[in-house]
RNA sequence: GGACAGAUGGCAGAGCGGUUGAAUGCACCGGUCUUGAAAACCGGCAAGGGUUUAUAGCCCUUCCAGGGUUCGAAUCCCUGUCUGUCCGCCA
């Protein structure tokens, strides 16, 4: 949500970020249903001070046991002119609202203009110890090859249960899935300083609209028979944990983590990564949500990108980051990184972390707020959240990255041992 | 699912339909006292919006949400949401 004041200050500053997002002028527009709706408010604001003066002078009046009709007539006629200009206030209101709640964040200078995906600009590599990928070019395999001919990976039965985009993991993968689960609720708990929170996976309308998803995507999620949404990341419970608040400085800032399972219906994708389990309508992933002051998030963001990458160093998993160009960042972020895994075999780098610092955009909508220290008015708290990590992806990077040619099976990671009750290596 | 009870400021908790935006207590902030602190005492302390150069004044709105009754609603009526208690069902 949008700052009218902002607005109202800077239409020609608006007008070139909602541009960086592919929108024609807004300001203008905006502004002239604002300027009308202040209008109206501030007539029937005089009309309101009338009538609560009259009405207080009726009950003295009738106190002392005088007429009051000549002022009760007055009262009547006022009201009158007021319910028309109820009725305008709200039309303009709602429809105030309604456009500012499908405009898409103001992206941070930082961010680099361009189209899609292919002009997002890599900002670090990083390999582990050996300084490239231990499987070879030739060698590699997919991910859902390995899996398969394991016999853990298996995308036919879940069909029958549950038609495309799903899969049933078994025996060690199934394991393995879990294993990663834990390994990164430790890591964020233990070393990052993450609560772990166990939150609800289905919300209200107004939950989803706090963090962005509605009013515009719900084409993007599923929906249950008693109307409310299943979440598509737990940054929308996480998030909201704030919303309607007003926090207390001293707790800030808060940082909570979840495992759960993400649903998706990504409508408009098909035909995308249709093979193996890189896009399904179901997965797992481990969600940081921070909640800090205004002046605290770009830092943080930082902090967050690092708490990701921290995974994958310790998988000694290779990966990139990348900062979204302006056609590739999401509707809520100020600016988004992207951590980028090795995938070997597929010969490229493929998302597997979204860190994205949303300002104060979640803030508005979800009224999450706190007090500065000393100061009278409230502010907007800043929210940011970041994969850490999609643990099936994570899953599949793993697959393919610790691939052993010579027998088709697949080498534990160091870090995993112990989560894997003591398993070396996943064979059939 | 059935039957009750409730929802008020950061928290707790009052509130005959007419200076109640709301008593009181706690918390918090400032002051007096004190060598310092505590205690005691005094004062302050909701949010959003309009108007405005103004975070000054003035005004409007808000006591879960949405409707209604009334000249006037925190107070009365209806609907919804949530919470609690009892019963039923149940992993």
Sequence with gaps: MHDLRYIRENPENFDKAMARRGLESQSASILSLDEERRAVQTKLQVLQAARNETSKKIGEIKKSGGDAQEAMDAVAALKTEMGELEERERELSNSLNQRLAGLPNIMSDEVPDGADEADNVEVRKWMPEGGEPRIGKNAAKEH????????????????????????????KIARLERALAQFMLDTQTEENGYTEVSTPLMVRDETMYGTGQLPKFGEDLFKTTRGDWLIPTAEVPLTNIVAQEIVDEVTLPRRYTAFTPCFRSEAGSAGKDTRGMLRQHQFYKVEMVSVTKPEDSVAEHERMTGCAEGILQKLELPYRVVTLCSGDTGFGATKTYDIEVWLPGQDTYREISSCSNCGDFQARRMNARYKPEGEKKTQFLHTLNGSGLAVGRTLIAVLENYYDPADGGVFVPEVLKPYMGGVEKIVK
């Design 144 to 171: 859902y090859e390995i899996g398969e001919a394991l016999g853990m990976m298996d995308f036919e039965t879940a069909a029958k249960l549950s038609g495309s985009r799903f899969v049933m993991l078994s025996g």
